[in-house]
């Protein structure tokens, strides 16, 4: 029975490399770990980026030098085996904040010299002895807020640095049991089976109460906010969401997989809907928009206890006419 070991210790020496490598040293880095094809998706305005250099030169460079002596802190660390029909192969994924002095612009957004924290979750396919495929997403808006800068309207739920698991347990270098794996996978499958199209016929609360425990944490990213409790979570954002969009359609992920009691999933995009006005201040409008989103569970028994959320708010507001990078540079 597999149990992820080499792909998991192939990652942890992969992030052993880049995180020690100085500016000249880490495309060899990236090169060394990873496939000639491989393909590296981001955030706006990052996206897709298939070459090595190119993702120094873009991505890692700059920011290392903005947010100087920077430590990666993670939360979550786990690997699976794709559950998506037709996507097979081993994925590694590790969830947590990369921690430095932010000294330096980055993406125009002005230093505050203090400590930053950029959350971060990534999803990296693993073929043999290379990184073959990775999803990695972060929090530009959260570090926004943290240099006092206002890209949204004032949110629903709560700003916060977020922690990780309650039980800290969160990190799983060793195997797991496989039955476990399996349990929390299901607790997500019938999660996205109510979720549906928003038409299970359920009060809210009645319905989120099927597949999470009442006390559960939503982390959600900023602008929308962490939330706590099943009534919270359907006040503050759950019901909101629902109500400023219509027409959604479901497209799918590209990876899901689950480890022990975590577990979690991305897509590109997962799903796309029609604004009908009010989410996080914006009006309604006839365009469709796509929406990428990585979420990571924590499942308690048979039902989800906590949820963190990474949503590519700069994309989707793009897609409405609104840059909020370039608004923010001129702040």
Not at 5 to 21: F, I, M, T
Not at 114 to 142: L, N, Q, S
Not at 241 to 253: L, M
Request: aromatic share 12%; proline share 6%; charged share 25%.
């Amino acid at each position: 029975m597999q149990d992820f070991q080499s792909e998991k210790n192939l990652v942890r020496r992969y992030y052993g490399a880049l995180d020690a490598a100085e500016n000249g040293r880490i495309a060899p880095a990236l090169r060394e770990f990873t496939s000639n094809d491989h393909l590296w998706r981001g955030c706006h305005p990052f996206n897709e980026i298939d070459d090595a250099d190119q993702l120094a030169q873009r991505f890692w460079i700059p920011l290392r030098a903005a947010i100087r002596r920077m430590q990666r802190r993670m939360d979550v660390f786990m690997a699976g085996e794709n559950s998506v029909e037709g996507g097979a192969g081993v994925w590694v994924c590790s969830m947590g904040h990369l921690v430095g002095l932010f000294d330096r612009p980055w993406l125009d957004i002005r230093p505050t010299g203090k400590m930053a924290f950029v959350r971060y979750c990534e999803f990296m396919k693993v073929e043999g002895d290379k990184i073959v495929e990775t999803a990695m997403f972060f929090d530009i808006p959260h570090l926004m807020m943290q240099a006092g800068l206002a890209p949204f309207p004032p949110q629903t739920a709560a700003h916060l640095v977020q922690p990780g698991p309650m039980p800290h347990d969160g990190l799983l270098f060793e195997p797991a049991e496989p039955a476990e794996g399996e349990k929390t996978l299901a607790a997500i499958e019938a999660m996205i089976d109510d979720l549906g199209n928003w038409d299970l016929g359920l009060p809210l609360e009645e319905e989120l109460a099927r597949t999470w425990h009442d006390d559960m944490i939503w982390w959600g990213p900023a602008g929308i906010g962490a939330t706590y409790t099943i009534e919270r979570y359907a006040r503050q954002h759950a019901g909101p969401f629902r109500e400023g969009f219509k027409d959604r359609v479901f497209y799918g992920h590209r990876c899901r997989i689950g480890e022990g009691h975590y577990g979690g999933f991305f897509g590109w995009p997962n799903f796309s809907a029609i604004p009908t006005g009010g989410f996080m201040g914006m009006p309604a409008t006839p365009t469709r928009c796509e929406f990428r989103v990585i979420d990571i569970y924590r499942r308690r028994g048979d039902k989800l206890a906590e949820n963190w959320i990474f949503i590519d708010l700069l994309h989707f507001f793009k897609q409405q006419g609104v840059d909020v990078l370039e608004r923010m540079a001129r702040v």
